[in-house]
């Protein structure tokens, strides 16, 4: 239980960095992600990725004790899918179609690279998802999103 909330903390913060280095800047900017605070992200992603899909429609299976001490992604792999889970939160928070301008680009570069199996690509999208979800409760909690963030979105983010 108090690991969980010690993760849970460290999420928060995480999200709520990505909020204020995303919204605050007028360039594009990175985050700098603490590798322990990925590692963490990576932990919660694996202990959740028998709720994603793997292989088509199938669930995935739990995570291994041998996933856990080796995870099937690296650490900076787990950092992108933060950082990106919490842009597509921006994106969503602005009013633009999350799916196409963000999450679906982001993996089909996955899949293009052809580094990543089914399985990699389902824990990278529930390390997304979850970022996702932090980010975009602390965003409402802002109010609505503003003009000048929205043209700096839209003009960072792919159009098809």
Known sequence: MRRAVCLLMATSVLGLGLTLALGASAQPTTPVIPDTVARKMLELGLQNIHRALCDGFNQCAPATPA??????VTIDQARAAIIIGGRT????????????????PFMQQLRQSKQYNERQLALMAVIHGIQHSITAEQLKAKGKCDQAMRSRLDAQLPKS
């Open 67 to 72: 996933e856990f001490e080796t995870p099937p």
């Open 89 to 104: 939160a921006f994106v969503r928070w602005c009013g633009f179609d999350g799916d196409r301008r963000s999450v679906l």
